[in-house]
């Protein structure tokens, strides 16, 4: 949405991301939102830069399982070190279809990516997986025969209805053959607390933003993972999914992570 004057009239979900990573892909309004969070979460930064972080350590992983193909949901803006890079520094055959809602932020992807091989940005929504699955740019870069990654990094958070979360998952869990891979991340309460009045705070900023947000627990969002088996170490913080030094007593980032095969 925007008003007369061509600017956003709400803040987004992905700008207020990429100014937390400490992009310039925003608008006022988005820094204005994303600061208000801040103020009720001073981790906030640290916790996208711990999910970007992972983003850059699973799809070295995922290449190694074999992985060429990338369908990334709820990408956000894809700023350096994003997926298409990563994955086509190990592969430069590795095909990467970035699907975002926002027509904004899917607008400075495309200037990002102009004249890159094997890499498109197109607007989409994720309640409508079928549409995203049939797009002509999906099509002309994802082979559906072969092993895909579908990731839904810091996205399903905000699917506020349970429901349509896990029916969101399925979805796109069944359009894909045996040998791929669903990652996910999602913000969660720490182990053991359902309710926080930070997190209060933080869903009604966004309650105003494009997409509002739900904080869910560990356990609500294991469902996500039905009919996939996760890999080592299981749905854990980002910080130490698989990282690349030990970690002795690490911050929690409010992210959990997992990574699961399709069988």
């Known amino acids: 949405m925007s008003d007369n004057s061509g600017f956003p009239d709400k803040p987004s979900p992905a700008r207020m991301y990429d100014y937390y990573l400490g992009g310039k892909h925003n608008f006022e309004i988005d820094r204005q939102a994303a600061k208000q969070v801040i103020a009720f979460y001073p981790d906030m930064p640290y916790a996208a830069k711990s999910n970007r972080a992972f983003l850059r350590r699973v799809v070295p992983f995922l290449s190694s399982q074999g992985i060429n193909q990338f369908l ?8 350096e070190g994003n997926v298409h890079e990563v994955a086509q520094s190990i592969n430069p055959q590795a095909r990467t279809v970035y699907v975002e809602i926002d027509p904004v932020a899917v607008a400075y992807s495309q200037q990002i990516l102009e004249g890159q091989k094997n890499v498109a940005s197109v607007v989409g929504d994720v309640r409508e997986p079928d549409t995203i699955l049939n797009h002509s740019q999906t099509r002309s870069l994802i082979d559906f025969k072969q092993p895909v990654a579908v990731l839904m990094v810091a996205m399903l958070h905000f699917i506020t209805n349970d429901a349509e979360l896990y029916r969101i998952v399925r979805a796109f869990r069944d359009a894909v053959p045996s040998g791929s ?83």
């Open 72 to 79: 990334d949901l709820g990408s956000g803006i894809p700023t």
């Open 181 to 263: 891979y669903i990652v996910i991340t999602h913000s969660c309460y720490f182990e053991g607390v359902k309710s926080d009045p930070t997190v209060d705070k933080v869903e009604s900023i966004y309650a105003k933003a494009m997409e509002g947000l739900k904080i869910r627990t560990r356990d609500e969002v294991m469902p996500c993972f039905e009919g996939v088996e996760l890999v080592e170490p299981g749905f854990v913080d980002t910080v130490i999914w698989r990282p690349e030094e030990p970690q002795n007593n690490p911050k929690w980032s409010g992210y959990v992570a997992g990574v699961a095969r399709k069988s």
